[in-house]
Nanobody, 124 residues
Framework: QVQLVESGGGLVQAGGSLRLSCAAS????????MGWFRQAPGRERKFVAT????????YDADSVKGRFTVSRDNAKNTVYLQMNSLKPEDTAVYYCAAARGVALRIGASSYDYWGQGTQVTVSS
């Protein structure tokens, strides 16, 4: 069982930055692929970024490439999402998720555990 708690969301102006954190419980955090998703009001949850257990491989959605960076610190059981050059269309609730295994994961259905989400609002 893995429990995930996101933090770091908030209100920021367009062009600004935020860093989201996701703290995981459990001693096997390093064996999970981690992902970030977001969901805007009235829209489906969408993939943002994923990172393998070692942090050696990452993959980002086209909409955030060059602006967002996913990373992890297995010693701290934490995964991060650094968000730069934020746009109003980045406004959403951001969720982190954990998937058993070593491969990068894009589909929400392939993740086993989810956090409760943190709100990110970007004003124009």
């Amino acid at each position: 069982q893995v429990q995930l708690v996101e933090s770091g969301g908030g209100l920021v102006q367009a062009g600004g930055s935020l860093r989201l954190s996701c703290a995981a419980s459990g001693r096997t955090f390093s064996s999970y692929t981690m992902g970030w998703f977001r969901q805007a009001p009235g829209r489906e949850r969408k993939f943002v970024a994923t990172i393998t257990w070692s942090g050696a491989s990452t993959y980002d959605a086209d909409s955030v490439k060059g602006r967002f960076t996913v990373s992890r610190d297995n010693a701290k059981n934490t995964v991060y999402l650094q968000m730069n050059s934020l746009k109003p269309e980045d406004t959403a609730v951001y969720y982190c998720a954990a998937a058993r295994g070593v491969a990068l994961r894009i589909g929400a259905s392939s993740y086993d555990y989810w956090g409760q989400g943190t709100q990110v609002t970007v004003s124009s």
